[in-house]
């Protein structure tokens, strides 16, 4: 391991700082924020967040399909009533087929993943305004969110960390 180290030594120095040990559960802000795993987005830079502020869900592209359960724990039990889907501009979602990311699995990993890979969907999509759009749907359509949520979508432009709104 060759960044543990690292990530460690960090965590020495934040925690030696470390003043908001006391924060409730609950996110202040009452908001939970869906977007994209993609190591350029720092959503609590981009966004003004602290700790205690939000929830951050977070998986490859930013997919609702995939968050629902996290959408609703987070609105049942701990009270956010607005929902942000980040999606962004050149997202790795964009770059590979079903088929594609199955064959490679299966390359590197032989049969058995073969087999696991051939029995999901990996969810590309092929038009990032497009899938933010879809994923509004998807959480207006969820009988597990609260009718009524503000549910808005954007999309994150990686080379100026400006955010465009999705109708
Ligand atoms: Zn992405």
Redesign the pocket.
């Known amino acids: 391991m060759v960044v543990l180290p690292e990530l460690l030594a960090a965590n020495e120095t934040y925690a030696a700082s470390f003043t908001k040990g006391d924060l409730p559960m609950p996110p202040g802000r009452q908001v939970a924020i869906l977007t ?3 190591a350029r987005i720092d959503p609590a830079r981009a966004l003004g967040l602290e700790e205690g502020d939000a929830h951050v869900i977070r998986n ?3 997919l609702a399909a995939e968050a629902i359960r996290s959408l609703a724990i987070s609105q049942e039990l701990l009270g956010t009533r607005e929902i942000v889907v980040i ?2 501009t050149d ?3 964009l770059t590979f087929t079903d088929d594609q990311i199955r064959q490679r699995l299966s390359e590197s990993l032989g049969p058995d993943a073969a087999a696991a890979a051939a029995g999901i969907t990996f969810q590309p999509f092929s038009d990032v305004a497009r899938s933010v759009h879809d994923d509004l749907e998807t959480i207006h359509s969820s009988p597990l969110i609260r009718p009524g949520t503000p549910v808005t979508g954007f999309v994150y432009d990686v080379r100026t960390g400006r955010m465009s709104p999705v109708e």
Do not use: F, S
């Open positions: 994209c795993m993609d490859a592209g930013g999606h962004h997202c790795g979602m």
